[in-house]
């Protein structure tokens, strides 16, 4: 049963142009004018005056992550549902396992969790630790299960911290596998040190979360993991960068020609370090690392200037939400607040309103930043990130003329708290199309745990691409 | 009459990916998988292991440029033709109307020597002096001519240029109107000096042409332009941008979140200043302004980068050859040496060749370069730059697979000498489209006077164009 | 008649100690521990527990000085007493010559004005235009004359304005001279033409003055100004620097190896905006060029840290002042307001208060900007200051244990108005010692007409100063 | 008996004058015009034609240094008699406890050996490591013993590397103390590895030294030990920097406002990579970290433009000879060759011809560089520093005409190669004066083992000394 959605603007990293758009066993198979449906049954859905954008890729989400001794609050199946209807239909997670134990093991119970998604998904590799064992798992990694990124976190010191010697190993054995490392970048040492000060001096509130989380120590990390990166010719990816600092260091290793990329989230983009105190714990909502950042220092304009002159390539969401009774874990001590918050559904609508409403890029950018470059980048393009004769019918038709405002009331994630509860939005997804299939229309989600597949993903090296492929051929 | 594009992997900004292509009536009406022809004498190309480039578009050309005593080799025709041959489908030319002479006059007259091109064109249109009537002028060309872009000169004094009350007025005027402001960026007075003081000295040859114009003069006149179009919230365009400084000074512009754009053209990513000390005055072929740099003071380096890190948008020809016969108007003093040289004819096979296949950027940013970009900034897009449902048919197949070499000896300009003479290419255009009919195929240039059309062009305001159009909407 | 200080803090650019001082004949004679008088009649100054420091240079100062359409109000007898008053013994004012006039007259002109001085002078040689014979009065100026620095102003459009060309003419010669080129940097064809707007909209109270001149047209003439110099290796030095833009072009310039130097005056430091903004035309007193800056845009602090970092040399004062009256000149047009405000008397209690007793710098480096370097830049070194043997006896014995607060009631100067008014600082002169001579003791002023000396300069090339001169040699 | 040095040109790092300079009692009593002896054996040294320096400060030299499983071949005594005949009369050596041991033991142990010396010492208290003993006995070094800057080392992986926990340790603990932090700036964590790696490839010799150490380390660790001293407000000083990444971390710090500082040392200024090249392992006799740098990659100019323009403060010699036996300890592994060369001897002639005399910097720079800013930095000054009254009698009297190359046939280190061999030179000490005696007259040492005293040193504050001293009070 094919689909054909007439008259929508399309929108691509690159263009915007009406057309008529026709899919079917899960692929676009048609763009043109004055298309015709192909059967009888095909479904047609008329979006004059709406936009049709590819299917949002979220680089960076924990569906039921363990983590500092409870669970994030969304499994697979209700994370990927909010996404759905928040126009992203395919997934980047973390599989995160223990220090000392082996690479594929954890992929393994991570697979056995994902596979109640209901959209595509794969995951980044975390590399938690080093052993002899290592190098050859990375390239099992790689070579065998097609997942072609590493993680790397430079915080949460004595828990899942890589010290340099280990930052130095995962770059060396990347760089020759041709795989990504993204990384968490803040000085974990120095993190661990604030902390202990502040706890010591009775300084337990929320309130305190950003003040052992300076954005110095960002802005560090993300300078030392450059130069790892450099050391060996391997492409980093910093995740959820939030402060000028951070924006500057990629700055210099861009425009000196290193081959890196920076993420941010719309949380460092649209909220104030302000929300930390807010009364009766709700602050805690809030706590994630690293932390929102203060106004007036200049790191919102860094980051929003960022994303329009080309020096941050990627917006992800770090969806992971916990429940506010989570977060009272930490009700004694701001350090053992479970970090994290939802964010995976909120992202579109965000980025549409205050980013092209706004004036700060331009429609084609925004799918750039959402969808176009984290699939590129990951290795999911051209089957994922673009509107494509090919490539997944993963499609958002996207109504510009609504309005309305983001709210924990309303969104699908399990977690009680929207952190931008009440931020009003522009526009609104109408149609979600999944893999061919409609699964979100006008307001109503029809998703169907495990219909979602795990994505094996091909090695990129973006800039060496210069041989066309045969009429036929495999997609890269 | 429609025509097939069967198989070719087509490339955007944007994308690669393998679909048929069919046009009629000069536009793209549909890409998909497995199309048919729609009328029995539709034309078919089998483009199977080639690429489907959008026909590229060269921001920076004078044609029949009267300059310096004399008139540019190639005429409309000609110099089109050339284009065409290179995969070049549509021009932005130059309209210089003499310094105190009305810029409506200066049209007339432009229009009347463009309309021998065998492809669409249009033209920047230069301010050379400021008086009470300019303002006006410059509204009527961009509201009733469709011409919305202008051009500045900084150097050239005595003859083009303009000074900085009069860029200043250029900035005003173009930011209220919405219009871009192209910029020759060097410091007239400077060079002006310098001049005076070699050919007093004897230092007469063409040697000295790069001495009187050092990179920086051009880096001061580079941040000079960008301040003024940032006191009037203008759009700055600094074209054909050879050096470090320059570049430094469009970063800094940029990375402060000012909206301005960059040029570079092929001869100064892959000359050097050696080329002036060719014996029996052919460096006299080399003559341009700014001049072809120095190896090893970082300047092309500094190039390559910009346009892999974005901080160069745009890769132009300043196609304006002048043959050896001409060039010797100069022989005893360079400064009479008519400035300019062919490239139009050149740039894409250059530009894969050094550009991707030497994995400096990949193939969807050689088009964002050499196609888009320029279509995008000054109005053209989606009309022209990019593969898309409604655009105009220009299209380029080429084969990636054959290699050979440039020369005066095969090349379409009229010009008796390639600057890029002997430089090995990969890969070559097939077939060249132009408004859905094919003038160029396997070799042979079947282009017809006049068939060019001139291209009146929309106010672009990149940033702000969240609006999606209704269906059936003219394009912006 | 000598002079015995006894058991001051002797204070240079690199040294602070404890020591008698004797001084004769206006040289310094011996510095050490227990020196006794020479002579009978010697003065004894006893200085326990209070600094010594060399006489102040003021290296930018206007007397006397016909400006638009009036005279500033200090002429060289009270402007030089007001300075002695203050702790500045040497100045170095600006001869102008009306463009079109040889620069010898205007020299001589200047000279009958300041011979009322009270105490040693010297001037810059302002270049306002360029004909056949500039260069050679240029040689002669410093040849015969023993004036070592020009000035240009790069704003000023219309009256002593250069442009582009004559810019390059002084770098040029002056580099040949080696003469240091100062240069009031501000775009002035952009000022008059926002100028024009402002008035023609009505905008003409002196709130607008600064509207006239943003900080980006003094970054961007900085910028230009320091390419020049680099072009012919002259010796730049930018006076009265007010805002960001123009420290980071001259960072820029410092951290590439080139030879330039930075001035800025208290003014620029402790004053923003807001006055413009004072009732009843008090606004206009605060009307000088480049205009006081706004709060909140980084300017103050960029001026305070490169006076700390070094990347700035030096501090001025441009002190001009105008009274109210002649002030209201500009009543209905700002533009007409005469530029300028008294400050040679308010410099060094400015300096000592919010420089050094706020942590800003040391008191060595407010010797260094205030007094050495000065000296030192413009060829007055040794002989001006330091102290050290052979040095001009110019000494300032300052008691840091007072405290006031600035005042046009009690300051020395002509103008009716003092900027800082009400300003509290810390620390007053108690004796000034000109030439061996006490001529301000505990606030009684004992200048004498006419006492001052005209200072010939040497040329300086501080870098290659390498070789030692035998006992008795000239001062170089 | 006092000494009288007469009609020399004295050099301070702010003066030079011609003066007569009378001492006594190892103290700096008079400078004047003419001073006469003041007892009968007063000695008397003719100055005319030469310079008077002060005696220079080594800030950064090992004596007897136990490293690498040998020890420094110049003990105390050797090691201050190298530096007196070549002009250096105080050093700051170091004291380094191995990692879990006691500082104070430590430093018993450094006395022990340090009382050897022939001219006055100091030491840098290294800390290796971090217990809950180590802040309050931080507290005993500076505030009981007078020691009051600290080392840290962040490369030298398993033996006197800290880690980042220990660096934030480190520089809270100064910071409260009031000390400097200087610090051995590389990420010896990748140094390990890169060391690793090429041992294991059979890459042995010391060619692989520079590869196993590369700039990029450098660059990066500099960064973090500026920020970790950021966060607490603590006063770094990075010691050998060797390249242009590390020099513009520094330059950041600085333009930002951090109170922080930078060494470099001849040997960085003056060699290049290629001398570990010299056939039969004499290249073994240059090993030392950070390693030599390359030509061509601007690191040599960044170091003398940091020192030009400011950005640099200190030049210091890390003297640490090895004989070529030691060094054979390395023969079959790079890494296991001793670290380390002379240096103490060859400073002065060095800076004098290849700074002064090229034009880089002038007189005064290169005692600011090499004797004042080490002691105000490190606490010394200004008993040591500068010629001033009150001062110590550390003198140098040089004279500029003569030249002469340095060698290891004539230095007085126990080394028996100089990395400087064959360097031409000009100028020589003919004098040099260690508290108020004669200790090198024309080439004959005249020192006496154990003369040296050990200095305390008070803590620094730079920026806030604005409170004179009353007479008699103690030197800051």
């Known amino acids: 049963m094919g689909l054909l959605i007439r008259s929508g603007e399309i929108v691509t990293a ?21 298309l015709e449906k192909r059967g009888a049954k095909d479904e047609v859905i008329e ?27 969304d499994d697979f199946e209700a994370g990927t549902a909010s996404g759905v209807s928040g126009g992203t239909t395919t997934i980047v997670d973390f ?15 991570w697979k056995a969790r994902a596979k109640r998604s209901v ?9 938690t630790g080093w052993n002899d064992h290592t190098a050859e798992e990375m390239r099992r990694v790689v070579e065998d299960h097609g997942i072609t990124s590493f993680k790397v976190f430079m915080a949460y010191k004595g828990a899942i911290m890589v010290d340099d010697g280990e930052l130095y190993q995962v770059m060396k054995q990347a760089a020759k596998l041709g ?23 009775g300084d337990t509130g929320p309130e305190y979360h950003p003040v052992s989380r300076p954005s110095s120590v960002e802005g560090e990390a993300t300078n030392r993991a450059l130069m790892m990166a450099r050391l060996h010719g391997a492409t980093a990816y910093i995740v959820h960068m939030t402060c000028r600092e951070a924006v500057e260091a990629l700055e210099r290793a861009k425009l000196s020609g290193q081959h890196c990329y920076g993420e941010t989230c719309p949380q460092y983009l649209l909220l104030d370090d302000s929300v930390f105190a807010k009364p009766d714990f709700e602050g805690a909502a809030y706590v994630m690392s690293p932390p929102i950042r203060p106004a007036h220092q200049g790191h919102h304009d860094a980051l929003w200037r960022g994303l329009a002159s080309g020096m ?21 001590d701001f350090t053992k607040i479970p970090n994290g918050a939802a964010g995976i559904e909120d992202r579109l609508q965000l980025l549409y309103t205050y ?122």
Chains 1, 2, 3, 4 share one sequence.
């Not at 599989?95 to 119970?109: D, M």
């Not at 959209?119 to 590399?127: R, S």
């Open 95 to 109: 599989c995160i396992p223990p220090r000392g134990t082996p690479l594929l093991n954890g992929l393994e119970e």
């Open 47 to 73: 979006a004059s005056g709406k936009f049709v954008f590819p299917g949002l890729v979220d680089p960076h989400v924990h569906m039921a992550l363990g983590f500092m001794g409870t669970v994030s609050a």
């Open 355 to 476: 980013g092209v409403c706004e004036g700060r890029f331009d429609l084609q950018r925004m799918i750039a930043l959402a969808s176009t470059n984290p699939a590129r980048i990951f290795g999911l393009y051209p089957r994922k990130g673009t509107i494509a004769i090919g490539s997944d019918a993963d499609l958002v038709v996207y109504d510009p003329a609504v309005s309305g405002a983001r709210s924990a009331k309303t969104h699908h994630s399990k977690s009680d708290r929207n952190i931008f509860e009440g931020f009003k939005v522009r526009g609104a997804p109408t149609h979600v199309v999944v893999n061919g299939r409609v699964q979100y229309a006008n307001g109503a989600l029809k998703v169907e745990r495990g219909a979602g597949r795990f994505l094996t993903r091909a090695v990129t090296r973006a800039r060496s691409e210069a041989t066309p492929r045969p009429a036929g051929a495999a997609l890269p």
């Open 14 to 34: 690159a263009d915007r142009y009406i057309a008529d758009l026709y899919v079917d066993e899960g692929k676009v198979l048609a763009i043109g004018a004055n």
């Open 179 to 201: 795989a990504v490392v993204t990384v968490h970048a803040e000085n974990g040492d120095a993190i661990a040190l604030l902390q202990q000060e502040l706890i010591a001096k």
């Open 312 to 332: 941050l390539d990627s917006i992800g969401t770090d969806h992971c939400p916990f429940t506010i009774e989570q977060k009272r874990m930490g009700k004694d």
């Open 119 to 127: 959209a595509d998904y794969t995951c980044h590799m975390a590399i």
